[in-house]
């Protein structure tokens, strides 16, 4: 079993910045591909940005990172993986990032492309609101 929990939502003003955390936990061996996505009440949930690892090598690791364009240069995602914490640092956000922020998993991925995150990532977190409002 493999269990996600968001935190780090909230409010924030137009040009702000927030940071939201997944902690990964339980049977967490074969999990090298995380993600996130967000959804608007009324819209489709959407991908917003994956983490991939090419797991451990004598050269250390591979990770590749890929985003929804409109996102590219002002959200990123990082992986602590001591703690085994998915990080999405969210800059310059406008109210159109306001939704419903989803931690996504899945043991392996190969250069997956962020818009198939929501219909091939198998483990959810229960989500953490982001609203952009002056």
């Known amino acids: 079993q493999v269990h996600l929990a968001e935190s780090g939502g909230g409010s924030v003003q137009p040009g702000g910045s927030l940071r939201l955390s997944c902690e990964l936990s339980g049977y967490t061996a074969n999990i090298y591909c995380m993600g996130w996505a967000r959804q608007v009440a009324g819209k489709e949930r959407e991908g917003v940005a994956i983490w991939e690892s090419g797991g451990a090598t004598q050269f250390g690791e591979t990770v590749r990172t890929t985003y929804a364009d409109s996102l590219k240069g002002r959200f990123s995602i990082s992986k602590d993986n001591t703690k085994n914490i998915l990080y999405l640092q969210m800059n310059n956000l406008t109210p159109e990032d306001t939704a419903m922020y989803y931690c996504?998993?899945?043991?392996?991925?190969?250069?997956?492309?962020?818009?198939?995150?929501?219909?091939?990532?198998?483990?959810w977190g229960q989500g953490a609101q982001v609203t952009v409002s002056s």
């Open positions: 996504a998993a899945r043991p392996y991925c190969y250069r997956e492309r962020v818009e198939s995150l929501p219909l091939k990532f198998p483990y």
